[in-house]
Nanobody, 126 residues
Framework: QVQLVESGGGLVQTGGSVRLSCALS????????VAWFRQAPGKEREFVAY????????FHADSVKGRFTLSRDNAKNTVYLQINNLKPEDTAVYYC???????????????????WGQGTQVTVSS
């Protein structure tokens, strides 16, 4: 059974940066593609970014392109989401999710990922 644990959230000022981590255990890390989603209060969970099993392919939501960078360290079983130039609208609970199959731009929804972490809160103050 795959277990995912996010960390790195907190309170950040507008324009600041934060790096979120997602540690995967229970299965071979390199066999899983990983995505990040976020859910703001009163809104549905939305896709943010995705990285393939090898790290060679990434997808980002249009709203975060240029500010969010995804990377993975297969030796540390961890995926990182670097967020720069934070905006108040980035305030949300950020979740990482994993699936054993590679995803495509058409399979980046909540239902396409079977394993989820508990989430980490990012709050951006104006």
């Amino acid at each position: 059974q795959v277990q995912l644990v996010e960390s790195g959230g907190g309170l950040v000022q507008t324009g600041g940066s934060v790096r979120l981590s997602c540690a995967l255990s229970g299965r071979t890390f390199s066999n899983y593609a990983v995505a990040w989603f976020r859910q703001a209060p009163g809104k549905e969970r939305e896709f943010v970014a995705y990285i393939s099993r090898s790290g060679g392919s990434t997808f980002h939501a249009d709203s975060v392109k240029g500010r969010f960078t995804l990377s993975r360290d297969n030796a540390k079983n961890t995926v990182y989401l670097q967020i720069n130039n934070l905006k108040p609208e980035d305030t949300a609970v950020y979740y990482c999710a994993a699936r054993p199959q590679e995803a495509t731009p058409f399979t980046l929804t909540v239902v396409d990922f079977g394993s989820w972490g508990q989430g980490t809160q990012v709050t951006v103050s104006s």
